[in-house]
Nanobody, 121 residues
Framework: QLQASGGGLVQAGGSLRLSCAAS????????MGWFRQAPGKEREFVAA????????YYADSVKGRFTISRDNAEKTVYLQMNSLRPEDTAIYYC????????????????WGQGTLVTVSS
């Protein structure tokens, strides 16, 4: 199972740090990703990180502002979000890649319940 947390209300320009805690065997050896879904929009890729944490990938819209990281000992993935914008408002989901990371949600088989991020202007 995956449990996402850390969402909340923040002003534009502010920061939030999301966490995704894994339990069981959901985490070991797996690439992990963050997605988001805004009201009335499709779920979109935000960031992903390989199992070893040596490579990360970002959507163009968040590159340079968001940082994905992981602590394998704690079975936790993080998403540090800086310089937040109103258009970042969405429910953020963490997910485990079925095999390798990808930008498509279909590549992920386990999903957290989501955490709401609201950025006010």
């Amino acid at each position: 199972q995956l449990q996402a947390s850390g969402g909340g209300l923040v002003q534009a320009g502010g920061s939030l740090r999301l966490s995704c805690a894994a339990s069981g065997r959901t985490f070991s050896g797996s690439d992990m990703g963050w997605f988001r879904q805004a009201p009335g929009k499709e779920r979109e890729f935000v960031a992903a990180i390989t199992w070893l944490g040596d490579t990360s990938y970002y959507a163009d819209s968040v590159k340079g502002r968001f940082t994905i990281s992981r602590d394998n000992a704690e079975k936790t993935v993080y998403l540090q979000m800086n310089s937040l914008r109103p258009e970042d408002t969405a429910i953020y989901y963490c997910a485990r890649a079925r095999t390798n990371w990808a930008r498509s949600a279909y590549a992920y088989d386990y999903w957290g319940q989501g955490t709401l991020v609201t950025v006010s202007s």
